[in-house]
């Protein structure tokens, strides 16, 4: 590369839980900049959490977050006219940040009536292991085993 890295930029907690995680979550969920309203369904998200499981709803949270970060992840490489997925280690920012697409993602697929709802519903059946979003973390892991012979084809 011939410029330097970009400065990492600092990213203020929320004021609700004053967690740095809730506020890239929520930045991640944000649609045409409408942060307050993503803030909002969020927060109403973990109420409905709380009511469901009786527990501290961001714990909760985390570990639903916890339970759909993937650990590897598949790249395509192309050796000699053959392309093969090469299984390999994702770097912590992107992992979390991999889990966080994934559990909005699914969220919006939910047939619940409100946002709050369908990303309560997501968390907490990503709580329990369960859920598409789990889903798509099981079947991730599956194909890098399933390709573990070609990992020493690594970049």
């Not at 192309?78 to 994702?90: D, V």
């Amino acid at each position: 590369m011939r410029k330097s890295k970009p400065k990492k930029r600092i990213i203020l907690p929320d004021p609700k839980y004053n967690d740095v995680l809730v506020t890239k979550f929520v930045n991640n969920m944000m649609l045409a900049g409408k942060k307050s309203i993503a803030f909002a369904a969020f927060y109403n998200a973990m109420d409905i959490v709380a009511e469901k499981t009786k527990e501290d709803p961001i714990e909760t949270w985390k570990k639903a977050l916890e339970n759909v970060t993937p650990k590897v992840e598949v790249k395509s490489r192309r050796i000699g006219g053959a392309t093969f997925q090469i299984p390999s280690e994702i770097r912590p920012s992107r992992k979390m940040s991999i889990g966080m697409k994934a559990l909005i993602k699914f969220a919006r697929k939910r047939h619940e009536k409100t946002m709050a709802e369908k990303l309560a519903g997501e968390i907490v059946s990503a709580h329990k292991e369960e859920g598409a979003a789990f889903k798509r973390k099981e079947e991730t892991h599956r194909m890098a085993d399933a390709n573990k012979a070609f990992s020493h084809f690594r970049f």
